[in-house]
């Protein structure tokens, strides 16, 4: 079965600074690996997806992140914060071309911003 | 515009009752979905459908049941058996199941009084 860990619950930039937000998978077939972003009381928008291809997938808002099948790693990053990204970030992972599934979130990691 | 209608925003719950949480989406997506999120533990998932007629259970179901006679609508009842119904409960939409983006709807915030 696949899982999703991210690591750290909570992380804390300075405006400007740049943004590494942690994720690892398990899954015993390629994954599609996802991140989204959740701003209070809201429902989730995705940022950016890998399925196939390029390894560095490039999102919105300036967010990208690369897939590293060696480290079984997703990791996102943002080469400068800005105070509108203060939110809460999940990572999830769902089986390569195979019907029936859904997506299976991570834990969440909350991101902070301060000026 | 299209896109995932989740209502009501709040909802309270007495002892012993059942209460049912609407999603309707106009995005012509064939699979839905529901998910709890508490605190801490992310988003976890209660039930899914792949079409009309057909759902399965996720990792939570118990204490909850679902229906999906149209396409566009995919209920969730919270019945008395649940015994720990305060979260957030999100609905989702997709066009197929598995590696398809998934737009959710803002969510009903549940509460017992």
């Known amino acids: 079965a696949q899982s999703v860990t991210q690591l750290g619950s909570h992380v804390s930039v300075s405006e400007g600074a740049l943004v590494l937000l942690r994720c690892n998978y398990s899954s015993s077939v390629p994954p599609y690996l996802f991140w989204y972003v959740q701003y209070p009381n809201q429902g989730l928008q995705l940022l950016l997806k890998?399925?196939?291809?390029?390894?560095l997938v490039k999102g919105i808002n300036g967010f990208e992140a690369e897939f590293k099948k060696s480290e079984t790693s997703f990791h996102l990053t943002k080469p400068s914060a800005h105070m509108s990204d203060a939110a809460e970030y999940f990572c999830a992972v769902s089986l390569l071309n195979q019907a029936g599934t859904a997506l299976i979130f991570g834990k969440g990691t909350t991101l902070s911003v301060s000026s | 515009d299209g896109g995932i209608t989740q209502s009501p925003k709040y909802l309270f719950r007495k002892e012993g009752q059942n209460v049912t949480l609407s999603c309707e989406q106009n995005?012509?997506?064939?699979?839905m979905y529901w998910y709890r999120q508490d605190p801490g533990q992310g988003l976890r998932l209660i039930y899914y459908?792949?079409?009309?007629?057909?759902?399965q259970k996720g990792d939570i179901a118990e204490g909850y049941s679902v229906s999906r006679e149209k396409k566009e609508s995919f209920p969730l009842t919270v019945t008395s058996a649940q015994k720990n119904p305060t979260a957030f409960y999100l609905c989702a939409s997709s066009i197929q199941g598995g590696s398809e983006k998934l737009f959710f709807g803002s969510g009903t915030q549940l509460s017992v009084l």
């Open positions: 459908s792949q079409i009309v007629n057909d759902f």
């Open positions: 995005l012509n997506h064939d699979a």
């Open positions: 890998y399925t196939t291809g390029a390894t």
